[in-house]
């Protein structure tokens, strides 16, 4: 037997910040106990893992399924949750962040979840609190639980759960990349389980030095798809971020090259999945006829992001346990 460390049998951080960096065993290790955690989904039976336990939500940065997930999530481990929004808190007063997350860990929370427009916003709430910080995406940097989502998506939509290993799968990551924080955690976790990954765009909207993420590129789609991909992640063009970059020519022209249509979905392989984070502009990057095929896992996604922060919350707040 080859001398390798053995696989973690505990997660060790209190915090979640990125999935780079992460060895296939801590990878593993998360999508175990999400697997765990999948049932109590299901059952929307509440559970005690945390219950004496307080998540704070502190989302400086729109969100709708990230935070309902969080909440979700914490509240199925037995956890309360409080909501700390931007608007109506003192972040907006001009408050630093770092302070307003000393301010509120001093109030007994057990664990802050941070969205923010700043990457790296999440280090530093870590930096200056002594409770448990999971990043909930912090501007183009990373988001990575819905990374370590849509890898047990796709190794439960291809028959994988049991070995959780993704060599040998191609997936094509389609759209936005260079302002998607989704791709970033996505190709981390998805690469460190072994898959090969395919960046499909525009040249304006993938970013320079593709190759240090371990990514192929490829401008044409109808090409991506023709290579037969066992999977298609459709990002949303995020217009909120084009401002002070370069931004698709028009609506018109991205969905003509851009959009999955159902005439683009039917040239997939059979058993290819169709994946989406969330929100969707409907009709841009992707028709609402295709939202509705069979093998399209985008509610599955939602459903598996519950099981995703639980095994995190879980696995940061009672590690050693
Ligand atoms: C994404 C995000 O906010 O990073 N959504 C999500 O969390 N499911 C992607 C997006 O906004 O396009």
Redesign the pocket.
Known sequence: MPATAAPPARWTSPHLLRLAGLSPEQVRFLLRRTHDMAPHVHAGRRGDALAGRCVGNLFLED?T??RVSFTRAAQLLGADVVDLGSSGSSVSKGETLADSARTIAAMGVDAIVVRATAPGAAGIVADSVRCSVINA?DGRHE?PT?GLLDAYTLAEGLGRLDTLDLSGVRVAIVGDVVN???ARSAIHAMRTLGASLTCVGPPALLPAGMATLGCAVERDLDAAIDAGPDAIMM??V?FERHKSRGTIASAREYRQFYALTPERAARLPAHALIMH???INRGLEIEAAVYDLPRTVIPRQVTNGVAVRMAVLDACLNRGA
């Open positions: 969100s399924r990230t995406g988001h819905q998607s924080r989704v990002l949303r995020q984070p969330g929100p």
